[in-house]
């Protein structure tokens, strides 16, 4: 910093703000920190009883937080989202497509390793909407040394740090099983709750078939709802270790490679997941899907729904953050839930 006449300002960046107050009327920052100063700035400066200021002393090898801000910006920018202006040094950015927003989070952690610059995003694998805030970057000081920018630069490669995919999965099948459903004893409670949370991810449900607790059935109807062309397959049902709960092994029947059959999760240990040759996926739900507010198929359906191919590490991770506390009020996915 340097300080300087008012005067001979014109041109300089501000290194404070700088608060007018008007009794009775105003008081605020009149000039942020950053602020370039104007010829038309200075009959207002002086009025405020700023004589002299303390300004910013440009020299090479150092950035100011605008330019730096920009800088950061360019390692987390990809398609489907826009920056804000910068403002005060920062800046965020904004969604503009629904879909599956994804962080490189190691590559993040070794960006923010870097002293006196940070980057901040929502969790990643959650749904985002058109307008949803991102993420926000800035530097800490006015200025910093360009040789740090290049460090973090360094330390989050050529690929962008976030990443928006949108939905792409369309179509749906849901095949209840449950004798009880089948001969009409009890009233199909789960598949309205699934077409629900389909839908939400603009999945349209365009097959529905009831099995009972048949193996046999339940495998043909799998294979039939792969033949329709549905995008994901939905057994509900079926798939505790109860004799009768016999979901998972027709699944595995139909050919498709099981990716795990529970997981650390509550609710949803007994959920299963698999692929079919053709890459379709079967998920077999169970029983508190229709219940519970949140699940494990909440904290997948996500990337299941933006086509990400998920492997068995993928629910190892789950565990941490996996126990549902059983709020009073459920404000899923505003908890810490799966994170």
Not at 70 to 96: N, Q, Y
Not at 97 to 119: P, Q
Not at 281 to 287: D, F
């Amino acid at each position: 910093m340097k300080l300087i006449r008012t005067e001979d300002a014109v041109g300089h960046v501000l290194c404070h703000d700088m608060t007018q107050i008007i009794p009775g009327e105003y008081k605020d920052a009149r000039f942020r920190k950053g602020h370039m100063v104007t010829e038309e700035d200075i009959p207002v400066l002086l009025s405020m009883g700023k004589e002299n200021l303390y300004v910013w002393e440009k020299a090479e090898g150092m950035l100011h937080e605008d330019e730096a801000a920009a800088r950061l910006l360019a390692l987390c920018i990809s398609e489907h989202m826009h920056p804000t202006a910068v403002k005060e040094g920062k800046i965020e950015l904004i969604a503009d497509a629904d879909g599956l927003f994804e962080v490189d989070t190691e590559r993040l952690e070794a960006v923010n390793d870097n002293e006196e610059l940070m980057i901040a995003t929502r969790h990643t694998n959650t749904a985002v909407h058109p307008g949803d805030r991102l993420a926000g970057m800035r530097v800490i000081p006015l200025v910093i040394a360009e040789e740090k920018l290049a460090r973090a630069e360094q330390a989050a490669g050529k690929e962008p740090l976030l990443r928006i995919r949108p939905w792409k999965l369309k179509t749906a099948a849901i095949i209840t099983t449950g004798s009880e459903v089948e001969k009409g004893l009890i009233q199909d409670r789960f598949t309205p709750v699934v077409e629900q949370k389909l839908a939400g991810y603009g999945i349209r449900t365009v097959r529905k078939t009831m099995t009972g607790d048949d193996p046999e059935k339940i495998r043909l109807a799998i294979l039939e709802a792969q033949e329709s062309g549905a995008d994901l397959i939905c057994c509900t049902g079926g798939m505790s270790v109860d004799p009768d709960d016999r979901t998972p092994g027709a699944i595995a029947r139909s050919g498709a490679k099981i990716v795990t059959y529970g997981a650390p999760t509550l609710p949803g240990a007994m959920f299963c997941l698999a692929y079919l040759a053709d890459g379709t996926p079967v998920v077999g739900l169970p029983g508190c899907v229709m219940y519970a507010k949140a699940t494990i198929f909440d904290l997948v359906l996500p990337r299941i729904a933006a086509g990400v191919a998920l492997k068995r590490r993928d629910f190892v991770r789950l565990g941490h953050g996996g126990l549902c506390l059983g709020c009073g009020t459920c404000h899923f996915p505003v908890c810490p839930f799966g994170k």
